[in-house]
Nanobody
């Protein structure tokens, strides 16, 4: 049974930083990603990473500010967020799949964390 457990969310001022973590308690996964969602909106892709960590993908809205990495020995995914903006306020979800590609749509991911809230104040 694969379980993804996120941590690291919280309240931060604009221009501040946060690091989200996602730990996989089951089998090692293939590609991993982070999505975010605000009330009334669809879940949107934030960043994704291939199984070896050699390639990362970012939404244009976070490119240059967010950095995604994974530590396979610890089965952990990290999202370092810097220069945060109020528009980054959302619930962030870790997602995993057994495939090696990094889809941009939520339905392509099999495993999901419970979500962690990130709030950026202006």
């Amino acid at each position: 049974q694969v379980q993804l457990v996120e941590s690291g969310g919280g309240l931060v001022q604009a221009a501040g930083s946060l690091r989200l973590s996602c730990a996989d308690s089951g089998l090692s996964l293939g590609a991993w990603g982070w999505f975010r969602q605000t009330p009334g909106k669809e879940r949107e892709f934030v960043a994704g990473i291939t199984p070896t960590g050699s390639t990362t993908f970012y939404a244009d809205s976070v490119k240059g500010r967010f950095t995604l990495s994974r530590e396979n020995a610890k089965r952990t995914l990290y999202l370092q967020m810097a220069s945060l903006e109020p528009e980054d306020t959302a619930t962030y979800y870790c997602a995993g799949r057994r495939g090696v590609t990094v889809p941009l749509i939520p339905s392509e991911y099999t495993f999901w964390g419970q979500g962690t809230q990130v709030t950026v104040s202006s």
